[in-house]
């Protein structure tokens, strides 16, 4: 089994920037890739990027645009992901999501709030 948990969220004004992180513990060996999704009020899940867990390369949503930007810190065991330029359709909860080879993501954390009023 593997623990996510996320901190890092806040409430700022449009085009504030805000550092999430990813705290993962337990069975990480296994995991090959970490990954950030939103959920806004009335809105489907949706994909903001992810990494590879030991290597490889990131990928972003396409509404990113180079706003935000993922990394990790092996030695820490965490994930970050750098939100910049907010604007307030970002506001919505981000949760950290992380797979082992071959499978769906299949571990979740508890999410954090980000608000960005305009």
């Known amino acids: 089994q593997v623990q996510l948990v996320e901190s890092g969220g806040g409430l700022v004004q449009a085009g504030g920037s805000l550092r999430l992180s990813c705290a993962a513990s337990g069975r990480t060996v296994s995991l090959s890739r970490v990954g950030w999704f939103r959920q806004a009020p009335g809105k489907e899940r949706e994909f903001v990027a992810a990494?590879?867990?030991?290597?490889?390369?990131?990928n972003y949503g396409d509404f990113v645009k180079g706003r935000f930007t993922i990394s990790r810190d092996n030695a820490k065991n965490t994930v970050s992901l750098q939100l910049n330029s907010l604007k307030p359709e970002d506001t919505a909860v981000y949760f950290c999501?992380?797979?082992?080879?071959?499978?769906?993501?299949?571990?979740w954390g508890q999410g954090t709030q980000v608000t960005v009023s305009s």
């Open positions: 999501a992380a797979k082992n080879f071959g499978q769906e993501y299949g571990y």
């Open positions: 990494i590879g867990w030991t290597g490889g390369s990131s």
